[in-house]
T-cell receptor
Framework: ETGVTQSPTHLIKTRGQQVTLRCSSQ?????VSWYQQALGQGPQFIFQ???????GRGNFPPRFSGLQFPNYSSELNVNALELDDSALYLC??????????FGPGTRLTVL | SQQGEEDPQALSIQEGENATMNCSYK?????LQWYRQNSGRGLVHLIL?????REKHSGRLRVTLDTSKKSSSLLITASRAADTASYFC??????????????FGTGTQLKVEL
């Protein structure tokens, strides 16, 4: 059984650019969530996907969007990057007891 | 926004001592979970306690939940240097659409010294 993986590990972008982050869920897990963690803070929920449909969204603007694919892998897309988007982006797949299995994260720096 | 707050923000203890972290939250919940994070990387799930449970154990971990006070505590017994990490509580209150949204606190930074 493979764990949650994310790519890339690190990414540097400039303001106004667009970015796509990728996540592969833990084997057999059909629900994936994305979180943003600013330095020194706890993670904040962006959205969740279940069977390729968004089924929950946090307080993030529409320029944060996502996709889930038939193999349950997922993407997080962020358009028109702002400096405050610099953070660790975490992907998590949901286990049978509602616990979340997190990937190692993608560190995004916006200059 | 953060749902809860952990207390203390930072804790430094000697190896072998017990570490206690507290978490308070604001809304009704389905369950509360504790996670560990090393050096700003991915979070590791430690333990989940449901809203109708009061105490749960897992190895050296003991979690209590008081829904009337909207608070939880995590006790790590006989701490080791490898326990050095940030610890977060997270509440699951469900979300419109049927999903699960974890709302995290601000975390407790635990340092266990040899």
């Amino acid at each position: 059984e493979t764990g949650v993986t994310q790519s890339p590990t690190h990414l540097i972008k400039t303001r106004g650019q667009q970015v796509t982050l990728r996540c592969s869920s833990q084997s057999g897990h059909n629900t994936v969530s994305w979180y943003q963690q600013a330095l020194g803070q706890g993670p904040q929920f962006i959205f969740q996907y279940y069977r390729e449909e968004e089924n929950g969204r946090g307080n993030f603007p529409p320029r944060f969007s996502g996709l889930q694919f038939p193999n349950y892998s997922s993407e997080l897309n962020v358009n028109a990057l702002e400096l405050d988007d610099s953070a660790l982006y975490l992907c998590a797949s949901k286990g049978v007891r509602n616990e979340q299995f997190f990937g190692p994260g993608t560190r995004l720096t916006v200059l | 926004s953060q749902q809860g707050e952990e207390d203390p923000q930072a804790l430094s203890i000697q190896e072998g001592e017990n570490a206690t972290m507290n978490c308070s939250y604001k809304t009704s919940i389905n369950n509360l979970q504790w996670y560990r994070q090393n050096s700003g990387r991915g979070l590791v799930h430690l333990i989940l306690i449901r809203s109708n449970e009061r105490e749960k154990h897992s190895g050296r971990l003991r979690v209590t939940l008081d829904t009337s006070k909207k608070s939880s505590s995590l006790l790590i017994t006989a701490s080791r240097a490898a326990d050095t990490a940030s610890y977060f509580c997270a509440t699951d209150a469900g979300v419109t659409g049927g999903g699960n949204k974890l709302t995290f606190g601000t975390g407790t930074q635990l340092k266990v010294e040899l």
